[in-house]
């Protein structure tokens, strides 16, 4: 589930956790939604992410 808040963007995952994600655009219209991540992990808790998309 794509998540908000004033720090930025986060992807909250099915197993678990929560991941922060650097984003090229803002998808504000998939915020609290399902969806895919297409990316890059690049850190312990972050995602570089090319593009997002609903699931």
């Known amino acids: 589930m794509l998540l908000r808040d004033a720090g930025g963007f986060y992807l ?5 956790g929560i991941w922060r994600l650097e984003l090229a655009r803002t998808p504000v219209d998939l915020v609290e939604k399902r ?4 990316g890059e992990r690049i850190g312990e808790a972050l ?3 090319e593009g ?4």
């Open 12 to 16: 909250k995952r099915d197993s678990g």
């Open 35 to 38: 969806v895919r991540l297409i």
């Open 47 to 49: 995602v570089q992410a």
């Open 52 to 55: 997002v998309q609903p699931a």
